[in-house]
């Protein structure tokens, strides 16, 4: 494709994007079932530049300002990660004079806002909570593309046989510092046609979220339930956990998703997993199973700002509004599923947030509300599922990962047992 043509189409493809009215990945995805004519590295170019443009708007919406042309056709300059030669091959002289012009404009000279890039209502509560010096650290790191972790599927092998079987596709993979589980690659290779992804040796997850299954951590023959399955990448885990034994529900109000768990489901070669759309978390499915439960998963419904390596349009499409209302079902979910957990047995309150009001908020309330659950020390839990360095990852007794820190997404979650 003429360079020039390509840069239009992502124009376009940024205006889309820009008006933040949908998830920006159902955007791009959309845009390039309209366009079938491009080939991968094209795809690639338009995607990334789009990324960019969300992680840094800010700072490429004020630096757009000094041009001229039209808005999305600047802002596709600024963001371009394409090939630096096809990029200039689109351009008009003038275009490439005030990009030059931009380009040499030091970083540090512009004001705070725009280079962290976070709205006024996310940066101040992570300011306050980290300090300056670590919240620039979070800044940084959440404007860096996020790498891709895998989980091993023991089940049908070890995680050294399936590094070894990367390597052998010529894909360079290492263990993950904290999860036995866990292998992390550079860049997007394509998994989905190796043999090692189609028959269920390995599945995309962030070694973050491997980490709260090990903090549930399912024994043989147990009662299990994922309470907010969603498309089951945690479900898996526990399934795989658990041995194939025992019966593991898979709960969530969306059927859509739980359709996506389905051929996941058929290639993990899992047969104790029982998907159940809910209507809300007073189901009745959920009340005849009150009591019985040996260990108890939510993975709440959240602002997901954890995930901004992954997700950055999250930053520009959430608001305070929402976040408020999130923390009522977070309430409602964690009361109601802790009816599920027997004597003896376990609960943990998992969120893919950085945000206090979402975790350490939500979890204090209810260890004061429910005297019947005992906090546990989450480092303990993670040391007995073989996690390396679990003191690391440990806040005042609860798992809290944080990107600049970790190398993960952002995760919070908390462990209570249920007293005989």
């Avoid at 954890?306 to 976040?323: E, F, I, M, V, Y």
Wanted: aromatic letters at 6%; proline letters at 6%.
């Amino acid at each position: 494709m003429h360079p020039n043509a390509l840069l239009e189409l992502c124009a376009e493809l940024v205006a889309a994007v820009n008006k933040l009215d949908a998830p920006a990945d159902a955007t791009v995805s959309a845009f390039f079932r309209q366009h079938k004519n491009l080939g991968q590295r094209e795809r690639a170019s338009l995607a990334e530049t789009v990324y960019a443009l969300l992680r840094e708007r800010l700072k490429f919406q004020h630096l757009a300002q000094s041009g001229s042309g039209p808005l999305p056709r600047r802002l596709a300059m600024l963001a371009w990660r394409g090939n630096a030669g096809f990029l200039r091959g689109a351009l008009k002289p003038a275009e490439q004079q005030w990009l030059d012009q931009v380009g040499a404009i030091a970083p540090e000279s512009l004001a705070p806002k725009l280079r962290h890039n976070l709205p006024d209502w996310l940066a101040e509560p992570l300011m306050a909570r980290l300090g300056e010096a670590e919240f620039w650290q979070l800044a940084a790191a959440l404007n860096e593309p996020a790498p891709l972790d895998l989980r091993v599927n023991t089940l049908k092998l070890k995680r050294e046989e399936a590094q070894a079987q990367l390597q052998a596709a010529g894909i360079e993979a290492v263990p993950t510092p904290y999860s036995p589980l866990g292998l992390r690659i550079q860049g997007k290779p394509a998994l989905n046609k190796l043999e090692l992804f189609t028959s269920g040796g390995v599945e995309v997850q962030d070694e973050g979220s491997q980490l709260l299954a090990l903090l549930l951590a399912p024994k043989r023959g147990e009662m299990v339930v994922d309470f907010c399955a969603g498309a089951g990448g945690k479900t898996l885990a526990l399934g795989a956990a658990m041995r194939n034994t025992g019966r593991l529900y898979a709960f969530d109000v969306s059927g859509h998703r739980l359709d996506a768990l389905k051929p996941r489901l058929a290639r993990s070669g899992l047969s104790n997993v029982y998907p159940a759309q809910i209507a809300h978390e007073r189901d009745d499915r959920i009340k005849r199973l009150a009591g019985k439960i040996d260990r108890v998963l939510v993975d709440a419904p959240c602002s997901g700002l954890g995930t901004l390596r992954r997700n950055p349009d999250l930053k520009w499409r959430q608001s305070p509004q929402a976040l408020a209302e999130l923390q009522g079902k977070q309430r409602a979910i964690l009361a109601s599923a802790a009816r599920l957990v027997k004597p003896g047995g376990r609960l943990v309150y998992a969120t893919c947030s950085l945000l206090d009001a979402e975790n350490e908020v939500i979890a204090a309330e209810f260890t004061a509300a429910n005297p019947g659950f005992q906090r546990l020390a989450a480092d303990e839990v993670l040391a007995r599922s073989q996690v390396e360095r679990a003191a690391e990852l440990v806040e005042d007794g609860a798992l809290r990962l944080w990107p600049h820190r970790h190398a993960t997404d952002g995760f919070f979650a908390v462990a209570w047992e249920r007293t005989p």
